[in-house]
C-alpha cells in the first residue's frame, strides 16, 4: 500500500521516443490530491505524448508511472480506471446532445443516476452551454471543447488529465472554465493541465513545470519560478519605428527586443531611474509608449524556452 502522503500521480525518469525522435527523455514530477500541476511548453515538447503514456495509450520506454499507488505501466488498465481525460483533440459528439454525451459518460464511469445528472447540470449550467445543451446540431468547436472538460469533469478520477482544454474557448466561458478546472482540485483530484495559456495557468495552478525537447527544464509554485527570474518588474516599450535606444540605466537590462518592442528587466530599487528614462526618451520621440507590470509567468516561460536550442 502506499504511504498516505504519497503523491497521487508520480512520474520517475520516463523516456519514450518514436523512431529516432526522443519525445520524452527523463521526465519526473508528481501531483500530489487537491493540486493542479500545469504543464507549459512549446509545440512539440513532448506534453501528449507524457499524457498518452499516463492513460496507458502509449508504453514508456523506460521510467515508471504510478497512479493512486497503481504501477501504471505494469498494469494500465487499473490505472486508467483511477483517471478521467480531456483529449487535445476533440471527439466528435455527433447524434447525441451535449447533456446526453456527459450523462452518458458519467453513467458509465459508474455515477448515480441522480448525481450524474445534477452534475451534468451544474457544470453545463456554470460553463454557459444551457442553451445549446439539449440540442444535437453539430457543435462548433469550443462547444465541443467545452463538452469535453464536462465529460471529463461529470465522474472525476483521482487523477484528471486535461490536455489543452481552454483552447477555442471565448474568454468569459475560459474564465467559467478554469474556475471549474480548480474546483476539481479543491475537491480532491490531482489535475494535470497541459496548457499553453500561459498568463491564465498562472491564476489556477499551483505548481508547474516547463517541458521543451522532452524535458523538464524548470518545475516549482509561480511565485518561485518567478523569484528566480532575478527580476521582479518588466518594463515593456513600443519604440518609434526610427529611433535608436538610448542608454539604460543600470538595473535596467533589456530581455528582448522584437521589432518596434522592446522588453527590459528591472529590479524593484530601480523603478524610479527606469521611470525616467522612459520618460525621458518618450520625450525625445523615442518611445511611443511603455508600461512598467510585474514579471509574469510568461517571462519565466519566454526564459526557459528562449533558451532552448531551436528543433529545427
Ligand atoms: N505517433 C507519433 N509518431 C511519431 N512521432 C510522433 C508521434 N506523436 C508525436 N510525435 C513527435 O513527438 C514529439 C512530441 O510530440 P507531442 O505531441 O507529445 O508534443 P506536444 O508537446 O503535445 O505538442 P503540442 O503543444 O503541439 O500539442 C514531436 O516531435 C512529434 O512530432
Ligand atoms: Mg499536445
Redesign the pocket.
Known sequence: MAPANAATLAISNLTKS??T?R??DGISLDVAAGEVFGLL????????????QILGLLKPDTGTITIGGVDAVADPAAARLLCSYQP?ASAPVDGVSAREAVEIVGAIRGGSRRAVRERAQVLLQSLDLSDIADRTIPMSGGMARLTGFCMAAVVPGRVVVL??PTNDVDPLRRRALWQQIRRLADDGAAVLL?T?NVLEAERCVDRLAI?AG?AVLAAGPPGLLKAQLGAPLRLECTLDAEAVIPPLPSGVTQAARTGRRLLCSVQHSDVSKAVAWAQAAQANGMLTEFSLTAASLEDVYAKWVDSQPS?A
Not at 511548453?41 to 498518452?52: S, W
Open positions: 518514436y523512431g525522435v519525445a520524452n511548453g512549446p509545440n512539440g515538447a513532448g506534453k501528449t505524448t507524457l499524457v498518452k487535445q490536455d489543452e497541459v499553453h517541458v522532452g528543433a
